[in-house]
């Protein structure tokens, strides 16, 4: 139960922060996709497919908020999260380094994907802005992590 | 959930299949203009968050607006103080130069109005020894400067050289004690000697007892002794010194500001052929 309400409100305060703050704190051209970096967060501490339901209703959100190609969106999402969940089992240790390298790839495949399945964006504006967006949505996918881990983090039974 | 790799697989492919179908499904609700359900419930769900964070947002910008304000007003207000102080500095830079001009203007006149050849001087240094009021000038035995030149400036008598090196000389101002010029009142060409005695005022000595002197009446040098040439002004008559035998003094507070000196005139004596 706890951790159904937070895997909601994880992807409920990502979708409004993605659609109230994403614009307005751009650096160097780049801005954060709050519900990219939650994704990956939130797989790391899922099973793939739990993962890949989460991006799935990220995708939802992300596309509910633009409202435009939902499919992109929740393919691009889903796989997101499934591949990402499945790092666990495959070479995912935590570790700063491997989390970062993780979150950074993990920005760069969904937006691939995304472009191939809707390849109407302007590939050069994706290409120069893709490096800075990968690394703000890593830093955030961390401390998103971090957060996120502790509060799933179930409290022992005390000692008699 | 499924555990095997077969089952995780068939999960996603379920999963893709469902974004998928919900992409078409919202295809055809635009293609028909009509809501889309899922999309419609989302953002009901999503609109109470947002509003706070739009308000969280506003307030960070409110504050965000008024730190950028107050950082610019306060890097204006560094800007502005360099300004002032750079014209402060440039101010005073150019009330220098115009008194400058003002007393080289007076200098000039007073050079050329003067009978005998002038060497001018500039005064770079004074207040050297406490125990001889005397003043460095830039000019030595290489400009013609030689020992017991006297020096004037246009309000008056200055001095003595007493020391000349190759381009400095040392001219012994009359305030010092050891100086001693000869005198007379303008007005009533009464002759006495003013010396200097340590303080910012001279003394004019020898004076007859009945002589005609009052205070504000003008002392020049006499030319007695053939030191000092004759008329040059040397001070006014501030008080007559009480005294009790043949012979009464004055105080003199001189024409020249020896405070103030910064250029002054050599007298270069003319050369016998």
């Known amino acids: 139960m706890r951790k159904a309400a937070i895997v909601f409100f994880a992807v409920t305060l990502a979708g409004a922060l993605q659609s109230q703050m ?129 509060a799933m983090r179930e409290e022992r039974p005390q000692a008699a | 959930m499924p555990q095997s790799r077969t089952g995780r697989i068939v999960a996603l492919v379920l999963l893709l299949a469902v974004g ?22 989302i953002r009901s769900v999503l609109s109470p968050f947002q509003s706070a964070i739009h308000s969280v947002a506003r307030a960070g910008s409110g504050v965000t607006k008024s730190l950028r304000g107050r950082k610019r007003v306060m890097r204006e207000n560094r800007r502005l103080r360099r300004e002032v102080l750079r014209l402060s500095k440039e101010n005073a830079a150019l009330r220098e130069e115009r008194a400058e001009n003002l007393r080289l203007r007076a200098s000039l006149d007073f050079k050329q109005d003067y009978p005998t050849e002038l060497l001018s001087a500039r005064v770079i240094s004074r207040g050297a020894s406490r125990w001889r009021h ?27 050289v007493f020391d000349v090196g190759p381009s400095v000389s040392q001219v012994l101002l009359l305030t010092d ?55 040059i002004p040397v001070g006014r008559v501030v008080r007559i010194e009480p005294s009790g035998g043949l012979l009464k003094a004055a105080e003199i507070r001189p024409s020249v500001r020896f405070g103030q000196l910064e250029e002054a005139f050599v007298i270069v004596p003319e050369k016998a052929d």
């Open chain 2, 177 to 231: 004690q050891s100086s001693g010029v000869g005198a007379l009142i303008q007005r009533s060409r009464v002759f006495g000697v003013c010396r200097g005695r340590h303080t910012p005022n001279l003394v004019m000595d020898y004076i007859d007892k009945d002589a005609d002197i009052k205070a504000g009446d003008i002392v020049v040098s006499s030319g007695d002794g053939g030191v000092y040439p004759k008329g």
């Open chain 2, 20 to 41: 998928m179908l919900l992409g078409a499904l919202h295809k055809r609700a635009a293609e028909r203009r009509q809501p889309f359900f899922i999309e419609q419930a």
């Open chain 1, 22 to 150: 994403a614009d307005r704190i751009g650096v160097f051209g780049a801005n954060p996709d709050f519900l990219i970096a939650v994704t990956m967060a939130m797989a790391l501490l899922l099973d793939p497919v739990m993962g890949g339901l989460f991006g799935l209703a990220a995708g939802l959100v992300h596309a509910s908020i633009v409202g435009f190609s939902f499919g992109g969106f929740l393919i691009s999402r889903t796989l997101l999260g499934y591949i990402t969940a499945s790092l666990r089992s495959w070479v995912f240790q935590e570790n700063p380094f491997v989390l970062l390298a993780a979150a950074l790839l993990g920005t760069i495949f969904c937006e691939g994907v995304y472009f191939l399945i809707d390849p109407s964006g302007n590939p050069v504006s994706l290409i120069s802005q893709l490096p800075m967006q990968s690394v703000y949505n890593a830093l955030i996918a961390m401390a998103c992590y971090a957060l996120i881990k502790r």
């Open chain 2, 134 to 160: 005397a003043v460095t000038i830039d000019r030595g035995w290489r400009d013609g400067v030689g020992h017991a030149d006297v020096v004037v400036t246009p309000r008056g008598l200055v001095g003595q």
